[in-house]
C-alpha cells in the first residue's frame, strides 16, 4: 500500500510540537479518514482538500485513504495541516516524489480552489523545524513572521500548486530573506516630558525600568498614574533577540499573529479591569497564553481589579511562568513581566484629596484596599503616591527630560547589569543577591533600623537591596551607598500605611 509522511507542526503551549501526517492508499471503497486526535476543523480538511487537489489539476485518488495524525495522543487544532494532507495524498498517489518530503515540514491551511490562507503558530513552527534541521513551507501570508526565525529555509507559496512544482523540482521557490528587523516601520513611543509635574513619580518610573522592578502607584484619579504606565516601554532597552523570538512566538498564537512593527519592543498589555482571572492567566480547553504570558519580557499594567483576579498575579510574580492545570491537559506558559499597578486610596478616590472631600467610610475604604493582599503587595518592589497638584504647580512646571534621554540611560544601567550579573536586579537572588547587593556598616545598620520600623519581611527586605542596587547602577555607583539604600527605603513605606 502506497504511504507517504509528511512532517508538520501542531502547537502545545508555546512550543511546537513535531507531528507526522501519515497518508495511507490501500484498496476497498473510496473514504477519507482522519485519525490521530484530530478535532472537528481538523476532520472538516477532508472536504478542503478535496476540492483543493482537484481545483489544483490534480486528481484525488479514488481509494481508500487514511490520514494519521501521529503522535495520537497530542490534540491537534486548526487548518493547519491541510496543505501536508494534500501534498501527503499526492505523494502516496504517485503524483509527487515522496523523496522530496524528507527535511521539509509544512503548515498552512487550503482554500477551495487550491489557494493558501495564513495560520496562526507560524513563528513557534519555525523555530521548532530550526531545531530538528528541518527546511520548512508556509503560505505566502506567513513568510515574514516564519523569516523572523533566521534558524532554517523558509519557502513560501501562495497555493497548492506552487508548492507542488517546488516539491517536483520543475519550479522551486526562492528562500525567503528576513527583512522584519529594520526599524523604519517601528510604532512610536509616548514621551516621559508628556507628564507635568510628578518628578518623585518619574524618578520611581525611572528605578523600575532600570532593574525590571514591579510598581505600584497610587493616588486620587486625574494625577497622571495611567499616564506614567503607559510611558513605562518608551524607558526600556530594547529586547534582546532571544528575548524578541520568545515574544514574537507567543504572540504569533493569537488570531491577529504578530505586528512586525512591535519587532524588538516590550510588549504594553492593559487589560480591561473586568478582565476575568482566566483571561489573565490563559487556559481553554487547549490552553492558550493570558494577558500575563502575552506581556512577557513586557509590561503587564494593571487597574481596579477585583481581588480574586489580582491573586492570580502571586505565582508569576515570583516564578516567572504561570502552570495552567485541565482535566486532559497540563501547559506551562512564560509570565516573567513587570507589573505597574495603580489604585486610588479609596473608593471615590479622594481620600487625602486636598481639594475634594472623600466621602467613604471606614469600613468602605478598609474592604476596599484589602483587595490588595498583604502578601501581593510584597511582591511590589516600588509603591509610590501619585498626589494631587495644584494648577500653579502644573502651570509652572518644566517639561524636564525626555524618554529618548532616559532610555540611553536605562540602557547603560541594564548592560551594566547583564555584563555584571547576566540578569536585571529584580530577578538576583541567593548567592548572586548577596554578592552584588553587599553593604557597608553604615547601609547594614540603616537598613536594620528600616526592617525594624517597617515590619518587613524577608522578601521585602530582599527587594529593598534589588531596588537599592538598580539606583546604585543608575548613578553609575559600583557598590551600594546610604543615600541609595535610603531611597529604596522610601518606596516601601506605602506598604505599611495600606497594611493599616
Known sequence: ???????????????????????????????????????????????????????????FPARRMVVNLAPADLP?????????????????????????????????????????????????????????????????GNAREAAFAQSTPVFACANLAQAAAHLRGTDRLPEVVCDAESPESALPYLDLRDVRGQESAKRALIVAAVGGHHLLLSGPPGTGKSMLAARLPGLLPPLHRSEALEVAAIHSLQGDGFDIRQWGRRPFRSPHHSASSAALVGGGSHPRPGEISLAHHGILSQYEFPRAVLEVLREPLESGEIHIARAARRATFPARFQLVAAMNPCPCGHLGDPQQVCRCTPAQISQYRNRLSGPLLDRIDIQMEVPTLPVSALQGATQGESSIYWRERVALAVECQWQRQRMRNAQLQGELLDRFCALDSAGTRLLSRATEALHLSARGYHRVLRVARSIADLEGSESILPRHLAEAVQYRRMAQSLAQ
Do not use: W, Y
Open 1 to 59: 500500500m502506497p504511504l507517504a509522511i509528511v512532517q508538520s507542526r501542531a502547537l502545545t503551549g508555546i512550543q511546537a510540537a513535531g507531528v507526522a501526517v501519515e497518508c495511507d492508499l490501500g484498496p476497498g471503497l473510496p473514504t477519507f479518514a482522519v485519525v490521530g486526535l484530530a478535532e472537528t476543523a481538523v476532520k472538516e480538511a477532508r472536504d478542503r482538500v478535496r476540492s483543493a487537489i482537484q481545483n489544483s489539476g490534480f486528481e
Open 76 to 140: 491537534k487544532e486548526g487548518g493547519r495541516f491541510d496543505l501536508p494532507m494534500a501534498i501527503g495524498i499526492l505523494a502516496a498517489s504517485g503524483q509527487l516524489p515522496a523523496a522530496a518530503l524528507e527535511k521539509l515540514e509544512m503548515i498552512g491551511e487550503l482554500a477551495l480552489d487550491g489557494s493558501l490562507r495564513p495560520v496562526t503558530g507560524t513563528l513557534s513552527s519555525a523555530l521548532a523545524a530550526g531545531q530538528a534541521g528541518h527546511a520548512i513551507l508556509v503560505p505566502q
